[in-house]
């Protein structure tokens, strides 16, 4: 009798130690995709059962492309290791100024980093939105100032491209999560930073519009080029945006603040 007994409790206790276990894998599971997901898709991805894709249109989005220049040059002098500390630690304080400008990092290949301004899109202000990326881009050229000075090598700086337009947004991948986006107006984003130049931010005639409209005043803005996107028979100007000073002529943007504290 005591034998059957302990048979049957030791076979709950099995079944409960499971189903902990699964509930705690679970839990890990679920805080791990809440970090590569926007908030408004996560609730789908984790109610979709069957993996199905997820894909919306978003109109207005705004995207940066920011390279590193000099990375090559830099990588060539110091040991790989310390390539990978400095990248790790440079991504971190991205990532960090993402969430304080409240937006969302798409992804990094090699030394490119990509975001977009939507985080949400039950909850839209797209000029808002691309007012966030472009001091996000503005952060991001005084972070890297502020490596520069740290590991002693002035060629190292961003070069930050900025555009707004109509994407294709979703995940795309069953068992790899990731949230990306597609079409024309990610390419512009990207022809964007490629035809600037470091240390500054470039946006399109679209972002540019939009920002004067909803902020006139707040930045300045210096024409740099027309550039050509023949593949998809369109065009833009590119404009080199600055934030306003203000009425002192003292521009408080390169103020001392929390990202003096990065170190390599």
């Known amino acids: 009798m005591f034998s059957v007994q302990y048979n049957i409790f030791y076979q ?30 996560l609730k789908q991805f984790l109610s979709n059962n069957q993996r199905e894709v997820l894909v919306e249109q978003l ?12 990375f090559t040059e830099y990588s060539s002098k110091v040991e790989p290791e310390q390539v990978v500390n400095m990248l790790r630690n440079l991504f971190t304080e991205f990532d960090k100024k993402c969430l304080t400008q409240n ?3 798409l992804y990094t290949i ?16 797209p000029a808002q939105e691309a007012k966030n990326v472009v001091e996000l881009g503005f952060g991001m050229i005084d972070i890297i100032r502020n490596v520069r000075q ?34 024309a107006d990610v390419m512009i984003s990207n022809k964007m ?46 404009y080199f945006v600055e934030p306003q000073k203000n009425d002192s002529g003292f521009d408080d943007s390169n103020q001392p603040s929390e990202r003096e504290s990065f170190k390599i």
């Open 12 to 41: 709950d206790l099995n079944t409960f130690n499971n189903k902990r276990s699964l509930e705690i894998k679970k839990c890990q599971s679920e805080n791990l995709v809440k970090y590569l997901l926007p908030n408004h898709i």
């Open 59 to 70: 109109e207005e989005a705004t995207l940066l492309f920011a390279d590193i220049a000099g």
């Open 103 to 105: 937006t969302y990092k």
């Open 110 to 125: 090699g030394d490119c980093y990509v975001a977009v301004g939507v985080i949400d899109i039950r909850q839209r202000n």
């Open 150 to 183: 740290i590991i002693g090598f002035d060629g190292l700086d961003m070069r930050i491209g900025i555009h707004t337009g109509k994407v294709i947004a979703g995940i795309l991948g069953t068992e790899i999560v990731r949230y990306d986006v597609y079409g």
């Open 193 to 238: 930073e490629s035809n600037g130049e470091k240390g500054r931010v470039q946006v399109s005639e679209e972002t540019k519009q939009l920002l004067e409209v909803q902020y006139p005043g707040a930045f300045n803005f210096i024409p740099n080029k027309l550039i050509e996107f023949k593949s998809i028979n369109r065009q833009t100007n590119g």
